[in-house]
């Protein structure tokens, strides 16, 4: 089962500020791209300050893993790869205060130099699009997570290969986007319901990436 998120309709998962302000996150989902034009922003958690985003940029030619900055040039790891339409991706990153790490499919891309702190309060952290309405993903979605925390590259591999837990107690957010139905997709990290998120207007899909967890 995944989230079904179509160009044009506004889509977004939100939640409530994910209260992360430590140097320290890591971030991940699958996702399966269904049209491919421009730039389309996969997941962002924009703070006042610090940020970070996941999107496909110069439709589709390319992955961009980038630290957001208020101010301050953006720290950016870009893979130059041809996104597949129909093809399920695996994408994370961890930051540690100091250095940026992307990964897909469970692989180490590369990383950036970064620093500051993870976010601050501001606005909630979305799927499918940039603010609402900017940069809408064509795509499907599933298995969205937040850790308050860094993950070793094997950890990464780990949720790849099957679905995160809560192994240090930073588990802030986990969404499968399972539910098949209604507007509500329930938060099993650490709060277990603290950032449940609000789905506007996309579709449910009976399609989900091809792991050994649904």
């Known amino acids: 089962m995944a989230l079904q998120v179509t160009t044009g309709s506004n889509e977004s998962l ?9 140097g320290s996150f890591s971030h991940g989902f699958w996702y399966q791209p269904i049209g491919l034009a421009g730039t389309n922003t996969l997941t962002r958690q924009r703070g006042d300050v610090n ?38 991706y695996h994408l994370a990153m961890t930051y540690d205060g100091t250095n940026v790490v992307a990964y897909r499919n469970g692989v180490r891309i590369g990383s950036v ?41 094997n950890q990464i591999k780990q949720i790849y290969l099957s679905r995160p837990s809560n192994v240090d107690g930073n588990l802030r957010l986990y969404w499968p986007l399972n539910e098949g139905a209604g507007t509500t997709t329930y938060d099993h990290g650490l709060g277990q319901g603290t950032n449940n998120g609000t789905i506007t207007t996309a579709n449910w899909s009976n399609l989900h990436p091809p792991t050994t967890y649904k």
């Open 14 to 22: 939100v939640s409530s500020n994910l209260g992360i302000t430590t």
């Open 51 to 88: 940020g970070f985003t996941i999107r496909t940029t110069s439709a589709g030619a390319n992955f961009q893993w980038t630290r957001e900055r208020t101010g301050i040039a953006d720290d950016n790891v870009t893979e130059s790869f041809t996104v597949v339409v129909g093809t399920w």
């Open 113 to 153: 130099a970064s620093s500051g702190t993870g976010n601050s309060a501001g606005n909630s952290f979305r799927v499918g699009t940039h603010d609402g309405s900017a940069n809408v993903a064509n795509a499907r979605f599933a298995h969205v997570f937040v850790f308050n925390s860094v993950l070793s590259a």
